[in-house]
């Protein structure tokens, strides 16, 4: 927000700078008050008659004193611009004085540091004369005349800064809010609205208020899509459990009566429907975990005795595909959450390497406590050299039915659906999964959840 606040404070002042310019393209006419045009000549022209009469009697020094001060002194000069009572010290002051003479109004010419105003006026005995005033800025930054006074700046500073933050903070949070949605939080609001009750006059009329609007309509659709297609998956995959269910027992009562030759086949079947079986648990799982806002009933959980437990059956499941599986795990690790959850996630990413890795693999996986940005996370590391992730698809490989290896698809087993279960387990907890490729070839995923202190 604070170079949108720059930019806006920039932009006013480079339009008052223009302004600024373009009035003072030529020299000054009148001086900065406008208003007080008619005082200011009427006042100049009493006190110049005081100095004519001072003149004329010779006792112009004596009464020049009475007209000096820090910052504004009077002199007199005739209608050819010779000086009679003091010296301004202007280079061109018989050129300003012949302007006003021929002109018969006051000439007004701004300097680096003051202002000089010239005004013609006859005597009482019908003599030409011209009173010059001289007038320095009150401050450094009027240089020429052109920037305005301290006063003048602090009041617009505010006013800027008031009309920059009128802008700038709906935009942020319109910012903010679409980072949310962009990480799943699908109920993010913008609340950027003017009551109608306090500012009748300003509620709900502006482009920003339209936006705001408009933003939160587009969250409400957003959300009541995303909804209505996590509803529709889980009702599909709870209505194909039945016929499963059916055709399982069919296919048992089959396999009885089968011929020798058709048993391969019903075989077959009866794989492909365990996997499709599996499949349907899988979406159901991550239906669950997406209407889930937090943890129910979280208690503190041995992130190394979750991985420690899994280690048996998943080294089993590692040599059945030929590889294997090392590890190395710290004892310290324990974070806060749901145990069952946890377990899951993990094994999901276990699963997802030994997959990956099959054929004289290996795969490390090691639980460690690591600070960052100073906090302690539990880190559970599982890195195997399999063929890696393209670099531009790491960021997609935890969405749901992603399948980084498009050209083997049909090869392998799974939906796509492991690393996403565990990507929400981890979002739920309060961490997060990163997913790397590792220099020497296959992938490193780890989970990060933050620490908790064992009792």
């Not at 048993?263 to 365990?274: D, G, T, Y």
């Not at 080294?315 to 974070?335: H, K, L, M, P, T």
């Not at 981890?426 to 202190?453: D, K, Q, T, Y």
């Amino acid at each position: 927000m604070a170079r949108l606040l720059l930019k806006i404070f920039l932009a006013y002042w480079l339009a008052a700078v223009a302004v600024i310019l373009v009035s003072n393209f030529e020299p000054h006419k009148h001086i900065h008050n406008p208003e007080l045009n008619d005082a200011l000549d009427s006042a100049l022209l009493m006190s110049g008659r005081t100095m004519i009469d001072a003149y004329e009697s010779g006792r112009c020094p004596e009464v020049q004193q009475l007209f000096h001060s820090e910052r504004d002194e009077l002199f007199l000069a005739d209608s050819n611009g010779r000086l009679l009572c003091g010296d301004p010290a202007v280079p061109d002051l018989s050129d300003v004085v012949r302007t006003a003479v021929r002109k018969k109004k006051r000439v007004g010419v701004s300097y680096k540091w003051f202002q000089l105003l010239a005004i013609p006026t006859v005597s009482s005995r019908g003599v030409q004369y011209v009173v010059l005033f001289k007038n320095h800025y009150g401050t450094k930054l009027q240089l020429y005349g052109m920037l305005p006074g301290y006063t003048t700046i602090a009041i617009s500073c505010v006013v800027t800064l008031f009309l920059a933050l009128l802008m700038a903070l709906p935009i942020r949070r319109l910012r903010e809010a679409a980072g949310q949605i962009a990480l799943g939080r699908l109920d993010t609001r913008v609340r950027w609205a003017m009551p109608a009750a306090t500012w009748p006059l300003l509620a709900g009329g502006d482009d920003i208020d339209q936006l705001v609007r408009d933003f939160n309509h587009m969250a409400e659709k957003l959300q009541s899509l995303a909804d209505a297609q996590r509803l529709l998956l889980r009702d599909v995959s709870h209505e194909l459990r039945s016929p499963l269910t059916r055709l399982g027992l069919g296919l048992r009562m089959a396999q009885i009566e089968a011929t020798a030759g058709m048993l391969p086949h019903l075989s077959r079947i009866e794989a492909e429907s365990a996997r499709l079986n599996y499949l349907i648990g899988q979406i159901l799982s991550l239906s669950h975990l997406d209407l889930l806002e937090q943890v129910d009933a979280p208690r503190l959980v041995s992130f190394s005795s979750v991985v420690a437990s899994l280690l048996p059956d998943l080294e089993y499941e590692a040599a059945q595909s030929g590889c294997r599986i090392g590890s190395s795990i710290e004892r310290e690790c324990f974070v806060c959450g749901d145990e069952e959850l946890l377990r899951s996630a993990v094994e999901n990413i276990l699963r997802n390497a030994i997959k990956y890795a099959s054929g004289s693999g290996t795969i490390h996986v090691g639980t460690v406590t690591e600070q960052r940005a100073g906090q302690i996370f539990s880190v559970v590391r599982v890195a195997d050299n399999g063929p890696g992730i393209p670099e531009h698809e790491l960021d997609s490989v935890l969405k749901p039915f992603f399948r980084a290896d498009r050209c083997r698809h049909w090869k392998q087993e799974g939906a796509g659906l492991g690393l996403a279960i565990a990507d929400r387990a981890a979002r739920l907890h309060r961490g997060n999964i990163g997913v790397r490729n590792r220099p020497e070839g296959g992938l490193i995923v780890e989970m990060s959840l933050p620490s908790a202190a064992p009792a």
